[in-house]
């Protein structure tokens, strides 16, 4: 039995919206708004990554013995791997895709036990995964799984993803599993604060809004346009979210976390000057970003302050726990 897209867009988490291209299904993370703002400044790799999965999921119950669907890749970062990451009833049972720009496209067969179980499908955050021809029993029930929280997070490549081989294992989808939210992840590798991102509205508010850019703003900005930047886009944020408890992010430690930059400033007197900012908008809670993961080379990939999957981890519990110490003030 081929899934419709109605029941496609049923158990697809961690979209915008979701369309069928001649028989393919599309899912986004970004609305149509928010990937032409980036194209209106010129920039078609921004635009180009908004078309990453990046913390997209399929999620549902199913008593089928099979679900199957064909994939394809296309370029959605810097990066050339692309990896989906399977669960079944809580359990990492498969990890599959591809390194280099070879086999940009697959089938996938997963089998299934017997009896109902929830089934969990994490897409590549690397590559735009469509997907078609999704398959499961005749007669099977097929029902969205919902966590009873809601979360975006804004941010830079680190929230995009960079460096996770498995998708799951990305802070922000990780994040996401301890505060049992649905999220849709904002992150695109190489942003600053981007105001015109925040047009307008997604729906309800969600429960909860990361926002965790500076690591670009850092080289790329003069202390004027940094500051215009950062303070457009908290005044935005607060305005279309006036529910939401929304956490501000600066930036996490790298190899150059001590030097200066074109902004003038170490990466501790940048996250000390994000925090003043920060005091200005009262609803706002500030996470020293410097506080969340190791001081340490070999929990990142580059110089340029990527984190591996252990890194990963770090972040995610610290931050966890540090919402949670927030939420319970």
Known sequence: MLLTLEQIQNIARGCARVEERDGTFVLMRFTERQAQAYLNIGNEDFYNKTFATAGVRLAFKTDSRLFA???????????????????????????????????????????????????????????????????VEDGATVEGVYRPHTMICFGDSVTHGYDAIHPSFSYVSRLASLLDADCINKGIGGDIFFPALLEEAEGPDPDFITVAYGANDWYKS???????????????????????????????????????????????????????????????HYVDGALMTPHRQEFYTD???????????????NLYAAMVKALNK
Not at 74 to 87: I, K, L, N, P, W
Not at 308 to 314: G, H, I, L, R, Y
């Open 222 to 284: 003069t202390p004027e346009e940094f500051e215009a930047n950062c303070r457009g886009f908290l005044s935005r944020i607060t305005a279309l979210y006036p529910t939401s408890r929304i956490f501000i992010l600066s930036t996490i430690w790298h190899c150059e976390y001590h030097l200066r930059s074109k902004l003038g400033m170490t990466g501790p007197e940048q996250n000390a000057w994000m925090r003043e900012i920060c005091r200005d908008y009262p609803t706002l």
């Open 303 to 317: 110089r340029a302050g990527h984190p591996n999957e252990a890194c990963f981890a770090f972040y995610a519990s």
């Open 69 to 135: 669907f064909d994939y394809r890749f296309a370029r959605g970062s810097s990066r050339q791997f692309g990896h989906f990451d399977v669960y079944i009833d809580g359990y990492l049972t498969n990890h599959f895709g591809t390194v280099g720009l070879e086999n940009m496209a697959g089938r996938a067969d997963i089998a299934l036990p017997e009896g109902m179980k929830t089934v969990e499908i994490h897409f590549p955050w690397s590559y735009g995964a469509s997907i078609s021809n999704v398959t």
